[in-house]
């Protein structure tokens, strides 16, 4: 069974740029997570969906940030414009529903310039 | 706000020994605390996980050992070996009914183990 899948791997743009990561997760896994984790860090909640609904983006800079999860499956997270402080690692994490264990995927390593 | 606090920042254990790192929480809602293993270039994998109702949990090489009222948990990997170099990270969450809420995570530990 495959794991979640991110892409892209690796994303090097300059500030004021856009960007926009994708996020497969688990087949089955209703609940889908955006974390960021900044170098030498942990991983810090961005948004949560359940389904198609985010059900807490609290964390969310919604100024430069957006999320969306159409279907319910795939979810692409966005920056635009890109600030040098948003260098770091976006992963994008998906549970089943009622499940503590969140599948965390590899991530995507942005490099803002 | 750091709801989780980890220690240390850094760990080098020779093959063998006893690896611990140490967690302490603030939020009293925090029902499930599960540890996570991160390899270089990979996502975090969840490793092991406790819930108060126990003092200690163990799988394998690997053991939680939680204290309430102190608010701390903490890992001890056993004989720990090369294969375990890794960065470990405590986290901490609310399990509501019907599905998980946020981790919380700590800032992790870079255990190094030596030959």
């Known amino acids: 069974e495959a794991g979640v899948v991110q892409s892209p791997r690796y994303k090097i743009i300059e500030k004021k740029q856009p960007v926009a990561f994708w996020c497969n997760p688990i087949?089955?896994?209703?609940?889908l997570y955006w974390y960021r984790q900044n170098l030498g860090q942990g991983p810090e909640l961005l948004i949560r969906?359940?389904?198609?609904?985010?059900?807490?983006d609290s964390q969310l800079p919604k100024d430069r940030f957006s999320a969306e999860r159409l279907k319910g499956v795939d979810s692409t997270l966005k920056i635009q414009p890109a600030e040098l402080g948003d260098s770091a690692v976006y992963l994008c994490?998906?549970?089943?529903?009622?499940?503590?264990?969140?599948?965390f995927g590899q991530g995507t390593r942005l490099t803002v310039v | 706000q750091q709801q989780v606090k980890q220690s240390p920042q850094s760990l080098i254990v020779q093959k063998g020994g006893i690896s611990i790192i140490n967690c302490a929480y603030e939020?009293?809602?925090?029902?499930?605390f599960p540890w996570y293993q991160q390899f270089p270039g990979k996502g975090p994998a969840l490793l092991i996980a406790?819930?108060?109702?126990?003092s200690e949990k163990k799988e394998g090489r690997f053991t939680i050992s939680f204290n309430k009222s102190a608010k701390q948990f903490s890992l001890h990997i056993m004989d720990s070996q090369p294969g375990d170099s890794a960065t470990y990270f405590c986290?901490?969450?609310?399990?509501?009914?019907?599905?998980?809420?946020?981790?919380?995570f700590g800032t992790g530990t870079r255990l190094q183990v030596t030959l």
């Open positions: 994490a998906s549970s089943l529903p009622g499940d503590t264990e969140a599948f």
């Open positions: 087949s089955g896994h209703n609940t």
């Open positions: 969906y359940e389904n198609e609904e985010a059900v807490d």
């Open positions: 939020n009293t809602a925090f029902d499930y």
């Open positions: 406790i819930r108060p109702d126990v």
């Open positions: 986290a901490a969450t609310t399990v509501n009914t019907g599905t998980a809420s946020k981790l919380t």
